[in-house]
T-cell receptor
Framework: KAGVTQTPRYLIKTRGQQVTLSCSPI?????VSWYQQTPGQGLQFLFE???????NKGNFPGRFSGRQFSNSRSEMNVSTLELGDSALYLC????????????FGPGTRLTVL | SQQGEEDPQALSIQEGENATMNCSYK?????LQWYRQNSGRGLVHLIL?????REKHSGRLRVTLDTSKKSSSLLITASRAADTASYFC?????????????FGKGTKLSVKP
């Protein structure tokens, strides 16, 4: 079974731009969660999608949004980028959500200049 | 907010020695999970222990859970250089987490050959 894939792996943007990150979960997994990882704040939960619906949301501003498609692939979008958005963005998939083992992708390293 | 706090923040040992990492958390949990992250990459699930379990083994890993003290420990026996990574505990609180995992800030383990 193929693992979780994330594209792109690296991204450099400037302040004010927007960015879209993509995540393809393991086949058969319906839950996709997104996390932001920074040296200062550690791993922070952004949101979770299950069967195309946002089921849970963390404490991030509205500039962070996401969606999930019928094939369970998910995208997250960050608008009006700020320097503090520089981070490793990780997505994780599982059969039914956070109570179970989550399978993480390699992450997208976003640098905002 | 962080639910789990790992201790120590960093640990350096020689190959062959045992490594013990601790995790404390704040609220009642459904389960606690341990993950490993190699430098700048995605997380790998190691082990899940449910709130009604006290100890679990997987290969060279041993996890204990003390719900009365709200703490867990991860023991890696006979460590290898390949065990060098950051280790995170993640909890699934019973209430208030909105169903997502909450990660601690991790223990950085360095195993010297």
């Amino acid at each position: 079974k193929a693992g979780v894939t994330q594209t792109p792996r690296y991204l450099i943007k400037t302040r004010g731009q927007q960015v879209t990150l993509s995540c393809s979960p393991i086949s058969g997994h319906r839950s996709v969660s997104w996390y932001q990882q920074t040296p200062g704040q550690g791993l922070q939960f952004l949101f979770e999608y299950f069967s195309e619906t946002q089921r849970n949301k963390g404490n991030f501003p509205g500039r962070f949004s996401g969606r999930q498609f019928s094939n369970s692939r998910s995208e997250m979008n960050v608008s009006t980028l700020e320097l503090g958005d520089s981070a490793l963005y990780l997505c994780a998939s599982s059969h039914s959500g956070g109570a179970n083992e989550q399978f993480f992708g390699p992450g997208t390293r976003l640098t905002v200049l | 907010s962080q639910q789990g706090e790992e201790d120590p923040q960093a640990l350096s040992i020689q190959e062959g020695e045992n490594a013990t990492m601790n995790c404390s958390y704040k609220t009642s949990i459904n389960n606690l999970q341990w993950y490993r992250q190699n430098s700048g990459r995605g997380l790998v699930h190691l082990i899940l222990i449910r709130s009604n379990e006290r100890e679990k083994h997987s290969g060279r890993l041993r996890v204990t859970l003390d719900t009365s003290k709200k703490s867990s420990s991860l023991l890696i026996t006979a460590s290898r250089a390949a065990d060098t990574a950051s280790y995170f505990c993640a909890t699934m609180p019973r209430l208030g987490s909105q169903g997502n995992l909450i990660f601690g800030k991790g223990t950085k383990l360095s195993v010297k050959p």
